[in-house]
T-cell receptor, first 113, second 110 residues
């Protein structure tokens, strides 16, 4: 138990669906991250939020839309995804936005059909 | 940030110490060495980090050579639950951009 929870743990969606991934951290951290891990590839940083403000968007396609209503919650809204978007989506948090000591949730395994 | 080199895989007997090496010969003076691990189908887990002194916590010890060009993560009494991919990452402390390589797949055998 890392103090970072993600729901759902598994998600299957069609290319025309709209769905959202949720992340919540109970660590009192101020920064939150979305990562993508495709099969047999290293983790890729997608978005970073520091004190609810987005500070990083790593050239992520607009079909992925993050939302950070407060420092404890992070969402990733998905729409019109492609099969190549199937991956493990991981949320992480850190005490501050410049910290490499990050705590990860268990991830959401997404399959796009 | 400096690149790292790790062996792709290692085996270790249960109950023995697992020593995982990492080479970072181009490390700069203000760069830290971080270790994470990822158990299959789970999120990565932070283990430990250090700058130049050896560090120890409840999970592991980190030994950094005097020239800082390499380091070793030590799991003192490996258990089957330590089977995972271990990542050595070098970066400045103010940098959150963890660059994930292939890591070392550590298999603990009974």
């Amino acid at each position: 138990e890392t103090g970072v929870t993600q729901t759902p743990r598994h998600l299957v969606m069609g290319m025309t669906n709209k769905k959202s991934l949720k992340c919540e951290q109970h660590l009192g951290h101020n920064a939150m991250y979305w990562y993508k891990q495709s099969a047999k590839k290293p983790l890729e940083l997608m978005f970073v939020y520091n004190f609810k403000e987005q500070t990083e968007n790593n050239s992520v396609p607009s079909r992925f839309s993050p939302e950070c209503p407060n420092s404890s919650h992070l969402f990733l809204h998905l729409h019109t995804l492609q099969p190549e978007d199937s991956a493990l989506y991981l949320c992480a948090s850190s005490l501050s936005g410049g910290a490499a000591e990050q705590y990860f949730g268990p991830g959401t395994r997404l399959t796009v059909t | 940030d400096a690149k790292t080199t790790q062996p792709p895989s290692m085996d270790c007997a249960e109950g023995r110490a697992a020593n995982l090496p990492c080479n970072h010969s181009t490390i700069s003076g203000n760069e830290y060495v971080y270790w994470y691990r990822q158990i299959h189908s789970q999120g990565p887990q932070y283990i430990i980090h250090g700058l130049k002194n050896n560090e120890t916590n409840e999970m592991a010890s980190l030994i950094i050579t005097e020239d800082r060009k390499s380091s070793t993560l030590i799991l003192p009494h490996a258990t089957l639950r330590d089977t995972a991919v271990y990542y050595c990452i070098v970066l400045r402390d103010s940098n959150y951009q963890l660059i994930w390589g292939a890591g070392t797949k550590l298999i603990i055998k009974p």
